[in-house]
Every structure is written in C-alpha cells, then in structure tokens.
C-alpha cells in the first residue's frame, strides 16, 4: 500500500528546561525523532514529511536528508493545523500515517498493522493504560464501535475514568483528508485544532473508524520531561538487552547495560554490568567484556578477552587477545591475534602485529609493531614534535626495557634489544643491544640534609 508519513516535531517541550528543541534530545544516543524516521522508513513510504515549529532551524539542520521534506508550522495551533501544513507535500492516492517526533519506540509491526487496517477507512491506535491521566479518551458506543476521541481538558468525569486512550497515531485516506482538515474547529479548551476531531468528520461522513489497540503500551509512551526522557532510555535499553539474551548472549544484569547504536554478538559472549557500546560494534565468538567497559565503532574477534574499565574506539582487536584492565584503545588502532595490551596502556593509530605485549603503563601512539615484541613498562613512543605526528617502526622480537623513550621518526630492527631507561633516538640494527645511560656515582657515607628548625618570634 502506498504510504504518506507525516511527522509532528513542532512541540516547544517546555518541560524539558532545554534550548534543544523536545524532538533533538536523545535515547540510545539518536534523537527521538531519529528513531521515528528509521521507523516510517522501514514502511517504504512515498515521502516523510516532518512538520517543524520551535527550534525549527536546528531540526532541519540535524536531520538534513534528501529523503525528508519539511513543513513550518507557525503559528503551532494544535495537530490537525499541523497536519494541515504538510497536506500540499503528500501523494493525493496514498494512505496518510501521522506520527509524533517525541515518541521513539513505536514498532514497525505496529504501523503495518495500522496501515494495513485503513483501506477507506480511518485507523486510529489506541491503548489500554492503567493511568491515563494527560491522554485523549476513547469513547464507544455500548455495541463497541468508536464513536468520537474526547481530549482531556474537555472530557467529563464519567469520560476521565476511560482507560483507552488515544495515541495519536493515526492512518487516514489522503483524498478525503483536505475536506476534514477545512471543517475542523477550535471550540476546545486548547482553542487549538485538534486532529482527533477528524474522527467525528469521518463518522458523520459514514467512513468507517477502525481502533487498533497496541499489544505493548510502552511503544505509545511521549516525553515531555528529563524524567520521561531517562524512563524512556531504560525502557529502550530493557527491550535490546533482553533481545540480546535471545540471541544467546549472557549478561551479567539486563538492567545495567547501554546500547547507542549497534551491538552485534557471536555465540558465548559474555558481557558484565556497566558496559556501554556506541557507534558500530562487532563482537565475535567467546569474546568475555568485563564490567564498566566503553566500546564505540569497534570489531573484536573470538576469544578476546577485554578486562574491565577499559575503553576502545574506532579499533579493530584480533582474536585471543587480552585488554586490561583500565587500557585505552585510541582511532586507527589494529591488533592482530594474541596481543596483550595491559593495565594503564594506551594504544593510538597503531598496528600491533601477533603476540605482542605491553603490559604496564606505556603509551604507543603512530606506530607499527612486528611479531613477538616486549613492550616494557613505562615505555613511550615520543610521536609529537609539537607540529607534526611522526611513526615508530618496531620489527618483529624485539625486547624494549622499562621506562624507555623512542622519539620519531625511528626504527628498531627485528631482534633489538632496549635497555631499561634508555632514550633512543636513532635507528637500532637488528640483534643488537642500544643503551643510552649516565654513569652510576655512589658516594659512600652520605648523609640527607636535615629539616631547620624554625625559631619562633
């Protein structure tokens, strides 16, 4: 079925206490309205028109894309107005869905379902709340047919204790939707045009009205608050951890892990409590994340192991490798199979190549290490000379000594040999052994300087 989808995303949100407007704040990472798009997308629509108001500029600017079209609407004087703004933007043969910017977890099963329900007819999604304060009621007639949505600023108190309420969703044929949006009226009140009345215009007109209640009420649920916003960024993460746990990844607590993006998982991965994973991450076969780990834009093959409080970015990490605790994994950065990055390591625009260590507290940046090298503690490779990044290339089995300084440009040949403490910055030949060290003095019988004392006024 051809499909029109409507946005609104003009709300100023004051509740949120934000210059942002309400649609650019964000769940899992996306604004809200990010996630409303990739959902009318999946339907393939004709065209997705998002309706704009407060902040209007700054939306258009964040969700700039080829196959999104804008409609101001200035004055915002309620949704039916709304929708009227995009009229002149949509296919006349198509079915219109309306839809809202500040509610991010609507399904794509739930909108085929209502699309699929309105042919000539009206479709509305409703939901059965145990709570509805602040939402629109649905009231029917004693056979059980819907006979009008009653807003609740206008609603009695026999109406008030309806638990059915109106999302706002709504699926409507577009060739009659100009005709009911010209006889709406304002005598509410909100003295605003509501879109809801449209119901009451199609009944008169004797089209039919379909309600389509939602299975999950959560997928319905807006923001107009921080405290909505965080309940809604629980209630998204609840529902991709325990798809997770169907996939058959084990995590340690459900409850305490952040997805912004996504997270794809091989088989017997294990993920402990406070691991947050942003951008793109793969994660192959046996790969174990410790707790209070950040991985953002990251590959990481089987049987890795990445201990905890360790952070990685935009990094590709072999199979049987060993992280941690406490590493940094910097952009650009490439280990291959069994390399071993220990605590207080931070690695950057780097490639480590197979059974490599450093282990302790060193700082590899714009290098290319070999096979089998020793990477000791405190080591640092000097890259930065204040204007310019410089690499250091280190061959395969060389053994490098603590507190060691490699300022680049420079090379280390396969087999060299570092002694602790040493400054290097000149080519080292393969199997030899470069030192760079003052002299030991001991002075026998030497005594430390003692404190004066202070003589009082």
Known sequence: MSVNVVILAAGQGKRMYSQLPKVLHTVAGKPLIAHVIAAARALEPNRVCVVYGHGGDHVRDVMQ????VFARQ???LGTGHAVQQALPLLSNAAVTLVLYGDVPLIQVETLRRLVSACRDSVAVLTAELADPKGYGRV??????AITSIVEEKDATDAQRRIHEVNTGVVALPTSRLAGWLSRLKNDNA?????????VRLALHDNV?????CVEDASEILGVNSRAQLAHLEREFQRRYAYALLDRGVSLADPDRLDVRGTLTCGHDVRIDVNCVFEGIVNVGNAVEIGPNCVLKNVCVAAGTRIEPFSHLEDAVIGERCRIGPYARIRPGTRLAEDVHIGNFVEVKASDIA????????????DATIGRNVNVGAGTITCNYDGANKHRTIIEDDVFIGSDT???APVTVRRGATIGAGSTITREVAAEALALTRVKQSTIPGWKRPTKKERRQA
Request: glycine content about 8%.
């Open 405 to 407: 300084q490699l300022v």
């Open 65 to 68: 894309d080829a196959n999104l």
């Open 190 to 198: 909100q003295r605003e045009y509501y879109l809801t009345d449209v």
């Open 354 to 365: 197979a059974g490599s260590k450093a282990n302790h507290l060193a700082y590899i940046g």
């Open 208 to 212: 039919h009205v379909d309600a389509m």
């Open 139 to 144: 009231v029917r007639s004693a056979q059980g």
């Open 74 to 76: 200035e004055p915002q």
